[in-house]
């Protein structure tokens, strides 16, 4: 089966966001410098590029038979949850930018069981994506 060079990309490209995202979130919880600008364009990229992506591919899942039962749930639940933490990793970016500027410690120093928690299940959200575009790309054409 050929892989979409646009599924390849987002694969890619969400690992890389991730690490943003740790690096960026785990730093500022062990005392580092919130790190705004690199976590807002990793946001942003993510907004325009994944998200979009994931606009693409459930555009076109009612015409793809091949996915049926465990994969059409893994989709489901992969794609409601990475929509869920999207929105709550924007809302924590937005307030942690806000404490920052005002030199206050941010949200995620704040709330440290609620950071490790958000961390936790966006690794979640992005690990279902990773293993639905192997199950879908690799496993099941074999």
């Not at 960026?24 to 790190?35: C, D, E, K």
């Not at 639940?77 to 930018?97: F, P, R």
């Not at 966006?122 to 099941?140: K, N, T």
Request: charged share 10%.
């Amino acid at each position: 089966m050929n892989v979409p060079a646009f599924s390849i990309f987002s694969a890619v490209a969400e690992l890389f966001v991730t690490a943003i995202v740790l690096y960026t979130l785990i730093a500022n919880l062990r005392g580092g410098v919130f790190r705004w600008k690199l976590l807002g364009v990793a946001l942003l990229f993510e907004v325009c590029v994944n998200v979009m992506y994931m606009i693409h591919r459930a555009a076109a899942a009612d015409a793809d038979a091949s996915v049926q039962g465990a994969m059409a749930a893994l989709f489901a639940v992969h794609g409601i949850l990475s929509l869920v933490m999207l929105i709550a990793l924007l809302l924590v970016y937005v307030a942690c930018t806000f404490y920052h500027k005002a030199g206050q410690p941010t949200w995620v120093q704040s709330h440290p069981l609620s950071s490790w928690t958000l961390i936790g299940l966006w690794i979640l959200a992005v690990g279902s994506g990773e293993v639905a575009f192997v199950w879908r790309y690799f496993l099941m054409a074999a």
